[in-house]
Structure formats: structure tokens, C-alpha cells
């Protein structure tokens, strides 16, 4: 497993992180989330990504339980914080009372001192942005966050998070953490310039575009038992790319990432990585056989001719418009 930077930061990320989105605490049963943690951990993983919204807290309790009893300094551990994770008008958002009571329930459920990186899960228009930033300002203050990131955020947002800390004397962000495949380039036109400019890295989300880029999802077909696709719980994150001329380009990369000799999710995540703005891809994992594989991507270089020839494959179905939000 190779590391990278995070941003103009000292902390290191491993260039594969696993995520929990949707998995633990909903589609995965406890003891094969265990094991999945595990097999990231087996394989060099050290970057662990989660949200206190994932499975309406459960998966942050598991990842928890999952890396009790491992040596805290081994591993990165990241959350996020925004979404509703309650009734009430303050338990969402980025107000400082949210921010700060939801960093303290995310550290008990975590089993932690403290997260390496805790990240705005979206942006809130409602809340003066020097409250947020102040709010996370003081709780790496408080040593309960050690770095601080933002999701999905546009370049404009990103561009005015770095002046205002500027100015406030605040520590900057240090990374974005954006959706980002071969499907879905909308970061590329304008959030990796802004990024690049600020010293701050992609974390990126879905390389594989939630299950579609590993072919499994054949065009004319319905989706396989027990996919993405055909969860109650997240199957509507990935409908916008079941598309059959998205599915049928999609077939037509199979022999390229054979010729590559990777299987189509390892090329999936090795393509992200070609991008020296993203630090790391996040994959999830609902089987630890799904882990072994797609680490595999980690140090892999694809040379400039695979990547044109990806790109003539794909062409037109490419999603690239920088004001759709992931």
C-alpha cells in the first residue's frame, strides 16, 4: 500500500481508504463489517472514512468496535458532520452548537480521543461560514480533530472557506471530498484547479460508481439480487448511471482493463489515482474478498495510450458538468 500527502499537510493517507457509506450498520451484518475492517487493515489500509449520518449513526458505532484494541497511531480515522442525526432544528447543519455536540457523539460511537480529520458533509448556506470554520477551529484547538475537510463542496465554496480562515487566522482545510470515477469527472473543471491553488486534496468517493464500473450491471438486464441497484436503502444514489448507453460502454471496457491486466474494478480505482490532486479513493466493501481486490490498485500507473483509449470508450457518456452535484 503507497501513501500520499493530504493537501500541503503533514498527515499521510494511504492511497486506498475504506469507507462504511451505506454498508455497516445497514447492508452488512456486524460480523462481516468486522471482517471486512480487517482485511483493510491485512492489506495496509490506514485510512478509515465515515459520517455520523451512515446508517443513522450504527456505522460509526461498528467501525468503532471494528478498530478497538488496534494501536490508535496505526490508523487515520475520518468523519463527517451536517446531515439530520435527530428531531431537532439544531441537530443538523453546520451551526456551532451541531458541530460541536456531533464531533463529541461521533468520538463516543468511534471509541476515540479524537478523528485525524473531521469534514463539512456538505455546505450549509444558512450558517455564516466563520461560525463553522470557528467551531472546527476550536476543536482542533480542543486536540478532538486534528485536520479539517469539506465534502462536496464547489471550487467557489472551497475558495472562500481558504480566505475566510486566512483571515481569521484559522487552520486551513486540507481536502475536498467529492464523488469521482471514470463516470463521473464534474471536480476536474473547476474543484482541482481551486484545490490545487489551496494546497488541498480530493478524497475521493465511489471510484467504482457504486458497483457500475465492475460490470456486473449488463445493459437490457435488470440488476443482479442483492446489488446496489436493488437496496431500499441506497439504490437511488445509483439509478442516474444505469442508463444502457452508460451499461453498454461500460461492457466495452471490460477488455480494456484486461489488456491492462486488471479486473474492471482495479482499473476503476487506479484511474482515480492517476489524478495527483486525489490523495486517496475511498472503496466500501460488503464481502472482505471485495477489499483483497480492489487494494490491488494501489501503485498501479496507467500509461497515456490505456487512458485514451479509455476515454474514446467512454466518450459520451462522461459526466462532467462542475454545477451537478454528486
Same mark, same amino acid.
Request: hydrophobic fraction near 40%; include cysteine.
Given at each position: 500500500?503507497?501513501?500520499?500527502?493530504?493537501?500541503?499537510?503533514?498527515?499521510? @493517507?494511504?492511497?486506498?481508504?475504506?469507507?462504511?457509506?451505506?454498508t455497516?450498520?445497514?447492508? $452488512?451484518?456486524?460480523?462481516q463489517a468486522?471482517a471486512? @475492517?480487517?482485511? *483493510?487493515?491485512?492489506?495496509?489500509?490506514?485510512?478509515?472514512?465515515?459520517?455520523? #449520518?451512515?446508517?443513522?449513526?450504527?456505522?460509526?458505532?461498528?467501525?468503532?468496535?471494528?478498530?478497538?484494541?488496534?494501536?490508535?497511531?496505526?490508523?487515520?480515522?475520518?468523519? /463527517?458532520?451536517?446531515?439530520?442525526?435527530?428531531?431537532?432544528?439544531?441537530? &443538523?447543519? +453546520?451551526?456551532? /452548537? !451541531?458541530?460541536?455536540?456531533?464531533?463529541? %457523539?461521533?468520538?463516543?460511537? +468511534?471509541?476515540?480521543?479524537?478523528?485525524?480529520?473531521?469534514?463539512? !458533509?456538505?455546505?450549509?448556506?444558512?450558517?455564516?461560514?466563520?461560525?463553522?470554520?470557528?467551531?472546527?477551529?476550536?476543536? #482542533?484547538? %480542543?486536540?478532538? $480533530?486534528?485536520?479539517?475537510?469539506?465534502?462536496?463542496?464547489?471550487?467557489a465554496?472551497?475558495?472562500?472557506?481558504?480566505?475566510?480562515a486566512?483571515?481569521?487566522?484559522?487552520?486551513?482545510?486540507?481536502?475536498?471530498?467529492?464523488?469521482?470515477?471514470?463516470?463521473?469527472?464534474?471536480?476536474?473543471?473547476?474543484? @482541482?484547479?481551486?484545490?490545487? %491553488?489551496?494546497?488541498i486534496?480530493?478524497?475521493?468517493?465511489?471510484?467504482? *460508481?457504486?458497483?457500475?464500473?465492475?460490470? /456486473?450491471?449488463?445493459?437490457?438486464?435488470?440488476?443482479?439480487?442483492?446489488?446496489?441497484?436493488?437496496?431500499?436503502?441506497?439504490?437511488?444514489?445509483?439509478?442516474? +448511471?444505469?442508463?444502457?448507453d452508460?451499461?453498454?460502454?461500460?461492457?466495452?471496457? +471490460?477488455?480494456?482493463? *484486461?489488456?491492462?491486466?486488471?479486473?474492471?474494478?482495479?482499473?476503476?480505482?487506479?484511474? #482515480?489515482?492517476?489524478?495527483?490532486?486525489?490523495?486517496?479513493?475511498?472503496?466500501?466493501?460488503? &464481502?472482505?474478498?471485495?477489499? !483483497?481486490?480492489?487494494?490491488?490498485?494501489?501503485?498501479?500507473?496507467?500509461?497515456?495510450?490505456?487512458?485514451?483509449?479509455?476515454?474514446?470508450?467512454?466518450?459520451? @457518456?462522461?459526466?462532467?458538468?462542475?454545477?451537478?452535484?454528486?
Amino acid at each position: 500500500m503507497e501513501h500520499r500527502r493530504l493537501g500541503r499537510s503533514g498527515l499521510s @493517507v494511504s492511497e486506498i481508504s475504506y469507507g462504511n457509506w451505506i454498508t455497516h450498520g445497514d447492508q $452488512v451484518e456486524r460480523d462481516q463489517a468486522l471482517a471486512c @475492517v480487517q482485511a *483493510a487493515l491485512d492489506e495496509g489500509i490506514t485510512t478509515f472514512d465515515t459520517a455520523d #449520518v451512515y446508517a443513522g449513526t450504527r456505522a460509526e458505532t461498528v467501525l468503532g468496535e471494528a478498530l478497538d484494541g488496534v494501536r490508535r497511531e496505526s490508523y487515520e480515522l475520518f468523519t /463527517k458532520v451536517f446531515w439530520p442525526t435527530g428531531p431537532g432544528p439544531n441537530d &443538523r447543519g +453546520l451551526g456551532r /452548537k !451541531h458541530i460541536i455536540e456531533s464531533c463529541h %457523539a461521533s468520538l463516543r460511537r +468511534l471509541r476515540t480521543d479524537y478523528v485525524d480529520l473531521y469534514q463539512a !458533509h456538505r455546505y450549509d448556506p444558512t450558517v455564516p461560514l466563520e461560525e463553522t470554520l470557528r467551531a472546527f477551529d476550536d476543536l #482542533v484547538r %480542543a486536540g478532538k $480533530v486534528l485536520y479539517v475537510g469539506v465534502s462536496e463542496w464547489s471550487a467557489a465554496q472551497i475558495s472562500d472557506a481558504v480566505r475566510t480562515a486566512d483571515e481569521l487566522g484559522f487552520d486551513r482545510i486540507i481536502s475536498n471530498q467529492p464523488q469521482y470515477s471514470l463516470l463521473w469527472r464534474t471536480i476536474e473543471a473547476e474543484v @482541482v484547479p481551486a484545490s490545487r %491553488a489551496a494546497g488541498i486534496s480530493q478524497i475521493v468517493w465511489s471510484p467504482v *460508481a457504486q458497483g457500475v464500473l465492475t460490470g /456486473k450491471y449488463r445493459p437490457g438486464q435488470p440488476p443482479p439480487v442483492d446489488t446496489r441497484a436493488t437496496s431500499t436503502t441506497g439504490g437511488h444514489f445509483i439509478q442516474r +448511471l444505469l442508463g444502457d448507453d452508460v451499461l453498454a460502454r461500460v461492457q466495452d471496457l +471490460l477488455p480494456v482493463a *484486461a489488456d491492462a491486466g486488471l479486473s474492471p474494478a482495479q482499473l476503476a480505482v487506479a484511474w #482515480v489515482l492517476q489524478n495527483d490532486n486525489v490523495a486517496s479513493a475511498i472503496i466500501g466493501a460488503s &464481502r472482505p474478498e471485495q477489499v !483483497h481486490e480492489n487494494v490491488r490498485a494501489s501503485g498501479v500507473k496507467l500509461d497515456p495510450d490505456l487512458l485514451a483509449r479509455i476515454d474514446s470508450v467512454l466518450d459520451g @457518456v462522461v459526466v462532467t458538468d462542475p454545477e451537478i452535484v454528486g
